[in-house]
């Protein structure tokens, strides 16, 4: 499991609304090609993983507004779950927010999941630090 934490200066409300909403995640995650919102809250995001375009069922897990978010994979052999912590600074006028990432495998995939975690973990700081840079801006 990779953890990280980065502080943003926008209120905690904007930070969780932006960072939670599945149609923005191509606007800071790089890997991210494109996301298809379901009627049920699902959600089908498309990632470039290893030059392959590869479709990923997932549903939020826990939505607590503005404070803490959850979502992970539904099926698939590498099952990603990640979690978005948001802390008020500054009497709430600026965020720090921790990002949380594991991975778990099904039957052989398993072995592929320390391949899988090191890659995440050199590229998620990067989406961080965009999703940073977009909200500041705003």
């Given at each position: 499991?990779?953890?990280?934490?980065?502080?943003?200066?926008?209120?905690?409300?904007?930070?969780y609304a932006y960072a939670t909403d599945p149609a923005r995640f191509p606007e800071w995650q790089a890997d991210v090609r494109r996301?298809?919102?379901?009627?049920?809250?699902?959600?089908?995001?498309?990632?470039?993983?290893?030059?392959?375009?590869?479709?990923?069922?997932?549903?939020?897990?826990r939505d607590e507004p503005p404070v803490r978010w959850a979502a992970g994979a539904i099926g698939g052999a590498v099952r990603p779950?990640?979690?978005?912590?948001?802390?008020?600074?500054?009497?709430?006028?600026?965020?720090?927010?921790?990002?949380?990432?594991?991975?778990?495998?099904?039957?052989?995939?398993?072995?592929?999941?320390?391949?899988?975690?090191?890659?995440?973990?050199?590229?998620?700081?990067?989406?961080?630090?965009?999703?940073?840079?977009?909200?500041?801006?705003?």
């Amino acid at each position: 499991m990779t953890a990280t934490t980065i502080e943003i200066d926008r209120p905690p409300a904007e930070v969780y609304a932006y960072a939670t909403d599945p149609a923005r995640f191509p606007e800071w995650q790089a890997d991210v090609r494109r996301v298809e919102v379901h009627p049920d809250g699902r959600f089908t995001t498309v990632r470039r993983i290893a030059g392959v375009d590869r479709p990923m069922l997932q549903q939020v897990t826990r939505d607590e507004p503005p404070v803490r978010w959850a979502a992970g994979a539904i099926g698939g052999a590498v099952r990603p779950e990640a979690t978005i912590a948001i802390e008020p600074l500054d009497g709430g006028r600026r965020s720090r927010v921790t990002f949380t990432l594991d991975f778990t495998g099904r039957g052989a995939a398993d072995l592929l999941v320390p391949v899988v975690r090191r890659m995440a973990g050199r590229a998620a700081p990067r989406s961080y630090a965009r999703l940073k840079a977009l909200l500041e801006r705003r």
